[in-house]
């Protein structure tokens, strides 16, 4: 047996006169029939059924003044099959249609239900596009606001927190690592056909074409060119400090990376420093000056290492190189790039340190450059500043150079001039 | 392939330029990736341009037009019975769909995406053939599928094209029959019914569901229920179709029906059943592509198929079919192609019944929340409580919410009444957003509205 109270009329009406009863006492009533009709001060109302049964018995009658809440009817839950059953009990049965089975994909790419029935926490579109962004997904992040509202911030604070992720495609089929506890041990299987040494089991890959050309290239230039690698320390405390109050506030809450600074300060030196914008052309025993300066950035990508390329760098300023970054990023991973991107650089930044590792090293120039810079881990240290001990961040850089074209002497000269960029970071914005 | 034959490498091709299509080709080119788009039509725009969504929607528009006049006889102000123009009703949808075509392709041009009319059909996994078109070969890097669907024929009324049609002939208006059966229960169909009653035609509308707008809540459907039930000839639900006889002139067709079986003549019949994918011609075997029975493939929440070069979006990808959930779609596939971790994550997509009254909802129904022991409540008001609806003479609406109990976060939204297509943007993003009763509660609304009903239900 349930009762039926009068619902809730809408627009701060809270009382009304029943104007008829719709049904009888016995009669079979299916779900969202009529009941009965109720004039209000605004208007007359059907009221429906909100459930199928028998009504037992009635506790108003017609012409009586009725308040929401009052208790109007009560119905059994007598039988009530021979009623074709409504779309309560199938609600997504297919829309008529010959025998036909309608499992179908949409259960994968269409249906948008709650799914499932697990709650989800609310989160809004910007925020889960936003954790999306950062890899993260949004079922595993902690909400801070009511009801486990997951908000800017506790994304945010999630990318931050994660561990740097040293593969930086973290999605889909494969089940995400960092969010489950490490399996025993399972040792990574190395791709290959099946082969065996002398002393054991070995695979044996066939290079990939990028891998091919990446081999090619890396041992023509490190038996051709005599590289000569410095290495060096820059203070990046007060570039730190500037990019993060950088850009002004219209430009909303873009970030710029340190990386974008370096590039313009690379830039800027090549202009003075033209011998590491050039080639050594052996074959006409020339050295060929480059009147154009364009940067390439090494990126680490699924296909391999890449050099997409930011053309005539010396035009742009920081802001500008950082959205030429952030579209390289997206478009060397993508389908949108070419062969033709990685053409034409006349000088290589490499940035290990990005993915987590690495102090100093010594990085190998590309084939047509001179040098190429490797920046390391930026890392909070001991520095002595003015004399006394002070907590600085610091990069530490390795710098290559092809001692063909330039002496040490230059390159001291060149590499002064980038670390004082750096160091006093607000001329680059000039 | 022929020695010396003109092969173009493309790096994205889209095939098909309905809304699936031509959002994932613009997006595509946004972001930077040169983009080839292939549609059999000269014209961008699919058959939700060309004989679906925007030829139904402005013929609903004109049949409401037909339907306020006959309502304002109840506050007393009378036309004369309107007298239908059928060649200009015809021009007017044209014209309109022309309009919107040529906006897509200058959009196109702007964006730098190249168009190419032809049948696309699979080599391998990496080649297309072109048939018909100015290029005979093309080499992708990735494709995207968004080749839609294709109306499901009923096995006792196949389609001849002449007396038993399909819902895109239907929508081209060759001629208004005397008496006409549309045979179906979803959307396409209680449309194309009220379409034609508009327009003078003794619609019979036969559906096997126990109830119109099956995966709709029964509430927000009965008004509308009510008004075909005024406007038809007959409604008939729980109705399968025995057998039929088809001559040049004539349709005769016995349903079988929980009252007894029954026989009628009909001038035309329009079958309304649903689709089916549209891969039956694409090579799509010479693929890792997976399709089910229904010729609907199957994706991933980024739109990927069992081919990595290969995605899909739109109806093609089985229900719930329509534009908007298209669009979104082909976007997301776009965004994926050029390197963005993007997915279709949609919480709630909106199902809108563009009749007279509209039936609009999105996120969970009550139905779905009850068959799924989902916790809930529902909150709903009938719209004869509204002070505009009455003033409007149109109380036959209903708002509803379906809430969760205990967080009072709203998960369901259903509207039926005039004007719901459009209020149902509110739920969907009330739904996305994930807010609770009191927001929409506390949020003003205009008064007297219709709309103000969410914020009344939510009280």
Redesign the interface.
């Known amino acids: 047996m349930k009762d039926f109270k009068l ?5 701060g ?1 809270h009382e009304g006169q029943i104007v008829r009863l719709m049904v009888k006492a016995g009669e079979m009533i299916r ?2 029939q009529p009941l009965m009709e109720v004039e ?1 001060d ?7 059924s ?1 459930f199928s049964g028998t009504v037992a018995k009635w506790h108003v009658e017609e012409g009586q003044l009725v308040h929401v809440g009052d208790v109007m009817v009560t119905v059994g839950d007598g039988a009530v099959a021979a009623e ?31 799914a ?2 697990n ?7 910007a925020v ?2 936003l954790a ?2 950062h ?1 993260l997904d ?1 079922e595993t992040i902690q909400g801070s606001g ?2 486990g ?1 997951i908000t800017r911030a506790d994304v945010e604070a999630a990318a931050s927190g994660a561990a740097p992720s040293p593969a930086p495609r973290a ?3 494969a089940p995400q690592a960092s969010t489950r506890p490490a399996p025993m041990a399972p040792a990574v299987e190395p791709p290959g056909e099946d082969d065996q040494d002398k002393w054991g089991p070995i695979r044996r890959q066939k290079n990939s074409r990028a891998r091919s050309t990446i081999a090619a290239n890396m041992a023509q230039s490190w038996s051709t060119i005599p590289h000569v690698t410095d290495s060096d320390d820059v203070d990046v405390t007060e570039l730190d400090r500037l990019r993060r109050g950088y850009p002004a506030p219209e430009n909303g809450d873009r970030k710029i990376t340190m990386l974008a600074f370096i590039v313009r300060a690379v830039a800027r030196a090549l202009g003075s420093h033209p011998e590491f914008n050039a080639v050594f052309d052996a074959e006409n025993d020339q050295i060929v000056y480059r009147r154009y300066i364009n940067i390439a950035v090494a990126v680490h990508t699924e296909r391999g290492l890449i050099t997409p390329v930011i053309r005539n760098t010396d035009q742009l300023n920081v802001l500008d190189i950082a959205d030429a970054l952030d ?1 390289l990023a ?7 790039f ?1 062969v033709n991107d990685t053409r034409g650089g006349t000088y290589t930044i490499s940035n290990p340190g990005a993915l987590g590792g690495s102090r100093y090293s010594t990085p190998i120039i590309p084939p047509g450059q001179c040098a190429v810079l490797a920046l390391g881990r930026t890392r909070l240290i001991p520095w002595v500043v003015n004399g006394s001990i002070e907590p600085r961040l610091i990069m530490p850089v390795s710098h290559s150079f092809d001692h063909r074209i330039a002496d040490g002497g230059d390159e001291i000269a060149f590499m002064k001039h980038v670390i004082g960029a750096l160091e006093n970071p607000a001329r680059l914005l000039l | 392939m022929v020695v010396g034959e003109f092969t173009q490498e493309a790096n994205l091709v889209v095939i098909g330029s309905g809304p699936g299509g031509y959002s994932a080709a613009f997006r595509a080119a946004e972001l930077g990736v040169p983009t080839i788009i292939i549609d059999s039509r000269k014209e961008l725009g699919g058959i939700c341009l060309h004989a679906g969504c925007i030829p139904s929607k402005t013929l609903l528009h004109i049949a409401e037009t037909i339907s306020l006049g006959r309502r304002a006889a109840a506050f007393g102000v009378e036309y004369a019975e309107p007298r239908i123009d059928l060649e200009r009703v015809r021009a007017w949808v044209s014209q309109s769909s022309d309009r919107l075509a040529s906006g897509l392709s200058s959009r196109a041009r702007k964006l730098g995406v190249d168009v190419v009319s032809g049948r696309a059909t699979f080599d391998d996994g990496k080649n297309l053939s072109i048939h018909g078109g100015s290029i005979p070969r093309i080499k992708f890097r990735r494709a995207i599928l968004a080749v839609g669907g294709r109306p499901l024929a009923h096995p006792a009324l196949p389609f001849d094209e002449h007396i038993v049609i399909n819902p895109w002939q239907a929508l081209r208006l060759e001629s208004i029959p005397t008496s006409l059966l549309v045979v179906g229960g979803g959307a396409q169909a209680v449309e194309l019914a009220m379409i034609y009653a508009a327009l003078g035609s003794k619609v019979t509308l036969a559906a096997e569901s126990a109830q119109l707008l099956p995966s709709g809540d029964a509430d927000i459907v009965r008004p509308l229920h009510r008004a075909l039930v005024e406007n038809l000839n007959s409604v008939l639900l729980g109705a399968t179709i025995a057998s039929a006889k088809v001559d040049d002139k004539a349709a005769q067709v016995s349903f079988s029906t929980k009252d007894g079986a029954r026989e009628h003549s009909f001038d035309r019949a329009i079958v309304a059943i649903g689709q089916g994918g549209n891969t039956l011609d694409l090579g799509i075997d010479h693929t890792r592509v997976e399709c089910d029975s229904d010729g609907f493939i199957r994706v991933d929440d980024q739109m990927r198929t069992g081919e990595s070069r290969i995605m899909a979006v739109g109806d093609v990808t089985g229900p719930p079919w329509s534009a908007d959930r298209a669009l979104a779609q082909g976007r997301i596939a776009a965004e994926v192609v050029a390197g963005w971790n993007s997915a279709f994550d949609a919480r709630a997509v909106p199902r809108v019944v563009f009749t007279d009254p509209n039936v609009a909802w999105c996120g969970l129904t009550e139905a779905q929340a009850t068959s799924q022991r989902i916790p809930h409540r529902v909150a709903k008001i009938p719209w004869g409580s509204s002070g505009r609806a009455v003033g409007m003479n149109r109380v036959d609406g209903l708002t509803k919410l379906i809430y969760d109990p205990d967080t009072k976060i709203v998960l369901g939204i259903g509207i039926v009444g005039a004007g719901a297509a459009e209020m149902i943007g509110e739920g969907v993003l009330a739904v996305e957003m994930g807010v609770e009763l009191d927001d929409l509660a506390d949020t003003i609304h205009p008064h007297p509205s219709m709309c103000e009903l969410l914020s009344d239900a939510a009280r």
């Open positions: 619902p809730d009329l809408g627009e009406v779900e969202d209000t605004k208007a007359s109302v059907e009221i429906p909100p074709p059953t409504q779309s309560g009990s199938k609600p997504e049965a297919p829309i008529a249609r010959p025998a036909a089975s309608s499992t179908t994909a949409g259960s994968n790419g269409g249906v948008a239900v709650a499932t029935g709650r989800r926490a609310p989160a809004s579109p889960r596009k999306r962004k890899n949004i009511p009801n509202r999605r889909s089929a579209e997206q478009k060397a991973r993508s389908a949108a070419t």
